[in-house]
């Protein structure tokens, strides 16, 4: 098995580095992932301007670019195999919630089942150190391992998140669906040395609703979360509503 890894924390971060040897037990791993952080670009694609890469290390590679650059570029004709497997991780922080909207880390493995390739999203829920990685890698190899191609319905993908514990303090994991998270309101809005406002995008955590089976409630109730997502964004009950409106425009007729 060939398994792609990236991140949005940069190439770099402790967090890849703990992946990919974890993964190296599994498959064999390239790792193409942005030379910086991208944390919080989401699924943005680099159009207008050159994208470089630099092998860092043997099947390791660094891009200027987002997560989604990172995987579109290696699956259609960077690597010299099609990867059987995308994961991306292990972030430094939650990805729950809204925060999937919003994730680099997310965005990356949401390319892979785009593109037609089973991907997984790893992530710890804490933004503070010590980071305890190794559960998360530990956890995401099994899952590798466990979620072959034939089983993996197209166009998923598994969003992990751990909470920060030592592997024997994590009570086990749940399957699970996006929960709500919430933040602070308040946009931070002060003024530079030349007399000019800026604005800083607060992002305080006020907590979350207490959905039952949701990712949010398993993390803390110290449980890891496994969420099925998908590419498709179709919210069903609302084309079901759109069958009874009728605009005043010409309708379509067989
Ligand atoms: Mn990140």
């Known amino acids: 098995m060939v398994i792609l890894v990236s991140n949005d924390d940069g190439i770099q971060s402790e967090g890849i580095r703990c992946l990919e040897e974890a993964l ?104 503070t150190a010590p980071y305890h990685f190794q559960a998360a890698a530990e956890f995401s190899a099994m899952l590798a391992t466990e979620i072959q191609t034939p089983r993996f319905p197209a166009g998923s993908l598994l969003n992990v998140n751990l909470p920060n514990l030592p592997r024997d303090q994590i009570k086990g994991y749940r399957f699970t669906r996006q929960g709500k998270r919430h933040y602070g309101e308040n946009i931070d809005v002060r003024t530079d040395p030349r007399g000019r406002k800026y604005y800083w995008i607060g992002g305080d955590d006020l907590g979350f609703d207490p959905i039952e089976g949701s990712d949010c409630v398993a993390v803390h109730d110290g449980y890891i979360s496994v969420t099925p997502l998908r590419a498709d964004l179709t919210h069903q009950s609302t084309l079901e509503v759109l069958q009874d409106v009728r605009l005043p425009w010409r309708q379509e007729t067989d």
């Open 24 to 127: 190296a037990g599994v498959g064999e791993v390239y790792t193409v992932a942005p030379d910086k952080e991208q944390s919080a670009v989401s699924h943005s694609l680099t159009l207008h301007r050159p994208l470089r890469i630099e092998e860092v290390a043997p099947h390791r590679f660094a891009v200027n670019g987002t997560p989604t650059d990172c995987i579109n570029i290696a699956v259609k004709g960077f690597l010299p195999v099609r990867p059987d497997l995308v994961v991306s991780g292990i972030n430094k922080g939650p990805n729950m919630g809204d925060d999937i909207t919003y994730s680099g880390t997310v965005a990356a493995a949401l390319e892979g089942a785009l593109l037609g390739i089973p991907a997984i999203a790893v992530s710890l829920v804490t933004f």
